[in-house]
């Protein structure tokens, strides 16, 4: 098996490909091309085509890993690893032109669920912004070839909490009579609109700390390793891994604080 460090590289690489394609795409102009879940969930034709893209860069280096990407068919491989990409995370600030949507590529050891998962590695791009951030299990966290680490030591009520709202109804409810529970007790809330890129901004402490119920697994493999890798604790409510019920990263310091707040008040 590759070290980490090796398949780095190649998420690195790739993620910084698929950017430029998809930033190169934005600039000619982006519709909907369909919707998914609900009518606000949508899909460009950016977004498949930049998964096609980084599908076969992929194959490229390494034609027996598996692929689990948002827009196309799973493929289980035969190496054991798997690549968990989501082509275009923030797809609505993408078709606004608003400049924080990224691309997110992880390759993963022990299946696609996270909670038998083990990201080996991660890159997460802000194309918009010219940001490239990459973790290696065991190894670190970077910007470019900046060291990331938390804001350890911020209590609950002074931590700038980003989160994220579903496309369901239902969902996007109760989720919203969580937030409105969690902003009094906290500094303030941001919703940036990307996932990878929250979680990246936890691990370079731009933000203390991220929670989001319902995430896909694409939405958080690369950007959990990264804040995991900046000393972020990621886990789930009571104990439980993250996952589609919940994904909370915070310092350690601050993880157990806002974790409580979030399960008094989530009607799951
Ligand atoms: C979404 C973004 C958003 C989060 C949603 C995700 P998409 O991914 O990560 O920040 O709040 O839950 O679905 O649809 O832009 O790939
Ligand atoms: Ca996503």
Known sequence: ?????????????????????????RSHGVSVAETKSSPIDIVTQVDRDTETFIRTALADYRPDD??????GDADAGSSGLTWVVDPIDGTVNFLYDIPAWSVSIAVV?????????????????????????????GEGAWMGDRPLHVNDGVELDRALVA??????RERKERQGRLVAEVLPRVRDVRRIGSAALDLSAVGQGRLD????????????????????????????????PAGADMLIAAPPSLFDDLERTIAEFWEA
Do not use: C, K
């Open 1 to 25: 098996m590759p070290s980490h460090m090796e398949l780095l590289e190649i998420a690195s690489t790739v993620a910084q490909r698929a950017g430029a394609f998809a930033a190169d795409r």
């Open 66 to 71: 598996g692929f689990f990407g948002e827009e």
């Open 109 to 137: 050891e022990g299946g696609v669920d996270p909670a038998s998962w083990t990201v080996l590695a991660g890159a997460v791009i802000n194309p918009a912004a010219g940001e490239l951030y990459t973790a290696a299990a």
């Open 209 to 240: 700390a991220f929670y989001e119920t319902g995430l896909n697994p694409w939405d958080h493999a690369a950007g959990a390793l990264v804040a995991a890798e900046a000393g972020a604790r990621v886990g789930g409510l009571a104990g439980a």
């Open 163 to 168: 989160t994220g709202f579903g496309y369901l």
